[in-house]
Structures are given as structure tokens and as C-alpha cells.
């Protein structure tokens, strides 16, 4: 059993009851009617709410349904909607076991080394990401499939069929560097025969079309 010692600084000494007195005179209600009040609870709350959580629309509304045999016919101006919205995401995936999203995010921010930001989400398999500006989005394209930790992230844009190809995936692109071109060669078909060499050329980034590198 532990003892411990009790004194004034342990227990403060109580303070006796103070009774307040009433205002007798109009001064002293008016004195006391404009000193400020302590904010609200829910005053708080709304303030420690994110800038762009009102900009954000929350509602969901009712829709008439189509059923026609059992089956609801989804509008084609609802989907079209939809691609448009998701349209400006790329996502990545695994050929292999997935690592973990903190990882993922993390080694990627080294790897692309953006300008801007990326906002990035994932489900069961698919990563998801929107970025900041339309030249980040373009340069992660342009570089395509990287290596997280020794396993393939294959890049893509988004498409509607992105979960089948996933699951079908049988080639990879892959950049390859090709060094002391001679000039003649450096041209659309120059480039497609050496590259022939080793594979299937596909295309070439916007800085070697315009002969910047």
C-alpha cells in the first residue's frame, strides 16, 4: 500500500460560498447586459469544420425509376455525368500483393516529386488520383508504371473498364532510355526501329517528339 502526505497544496482549501447580489440600479444592469458571452457549442463545431466542407454538397435526392422487366434502366445522361466527374482521376494498381495506403502515398510523393499536390484514395485494389494541376496529372502519365518497394504500380488514366483490365492485365509498358541516338534516327520512325529492337514501341514522351532531350 502506497502512503501519501497530505497537505494545503494537495487539497487547496474550499472557498466559502459567495452569494451574489442583485443589481439595484439600471447602471448596473446595463453594466453587466454587455459584457461579452461565452460562445455556443455548436458554434465550435462549425468552425472547426474544413474550408471546403461547405462548398461541398452532401444531398442526395430521389429519382423516378425505369423498371422494365425487372430491370432498371439507368439514364445515359447520368452515366455520361458520372465519367465526366471521374474522368480527371489516374489510378494505380498492384500486379502483386498490395502494400499499405501510408506507403504507397508516401514513396510516390518522392518518386513523382510534383509541383502541386495529389489527393489520393483507394478501394480493395485500385488506388485513385486527382491532382492539383493538369501538368502533375501529364508528367505521371508520361512516366507511367513505376517500382513501390520491388513490386510493379502500373499507372493508367481512368476509363469505365478500369476494374476488368486490371484483371486482364497481360503486357506492361515500360520507358526506355535511348542514349547517343544518332540525329538521322532521331525521328517518329528512326525511334520505332530502334526500339523494335527490344520490344513493341508504343510512343514516345512530348520532349523527345519535339526534340528538347
Known amino acids: 500500500m502506497a502512503t501519501m502526505s497530505v497537505n494545503n497544496q494537495n487539497f487547496p482549501p474550499l472557498q466559502s460560498a459567495v452569494i451574489e447580489s442583485v443589481p439595484t440600479n439600471i447602471e448596473e444592469r446595463e453594466t453587466l447586459s454587455t459584457q461579452p458571452h461565452p460562445p455556443a457549442w ?14 461541398l454538397s452532401t444531398s442526395l435526392h430521389k429519382f423516378d425509376m425505369e423498371i422494365v422487366n425487372g430491370i432498371t434502366h439507368i439514364p445515359l445522361d447520368l452515366v455520361m455525368k458520372g465519367v465526366t466527374e471521374w474522368d480527371e482521376y489516374v489510378v494505380g494498381f498492384f500486379l502483386e500483393r498490395r502494400l499499405p495506403f501510408l506507403t504507397v502515398r508516401n514513396l510516390l510523393r518522392k518518386r513523382w516529386n510534383l509541383k ?23 508528367k505521371v502519365l508520361e512516366t507511367g508504371s513505376v517500382y513501390i518497394s520491388g513490386r510493379c504500380f502500373v499507372i493508367s488514366k481512368w476509363s469505365q473498364d478500369i476494374e476488368r ?20 534516327l532521331w525521328t517518329g520512325d528512326g525511334l520505332s526501329f530502334l526500339a523494335s529492337r527490344i520490344g ?9 517528339a519535339q526534340k528538347k532531350r
Open 42 to 55: 455548436s458554434a465550435l463545431f462549425q468552425a472547426s469544420k474544413p474550408p471546403s466542407f461547405s462548398s
Open 116 to 138: 502541386g499536390d495529389f489527393e489520393m484514395v483507394a478501394d480493395e485494389e485500385i488506388y485513385y488520383f486527382k491532382f492539383s494541376n493538369d501538368k502533375d496529372k501529364k
Open 165 to 184: 483490365r486490371r484483371n486482364s492485365v497481360q503486357l506492361i509498358p515500360i520507358w526506355v532510355n535511348l542514349y547517343n541516338v544518332p540525329k538521322e
Open 200 to 208: 513493341i514501341p508504343v510512343s514516345m514522351d512530348e520532349a523527345t
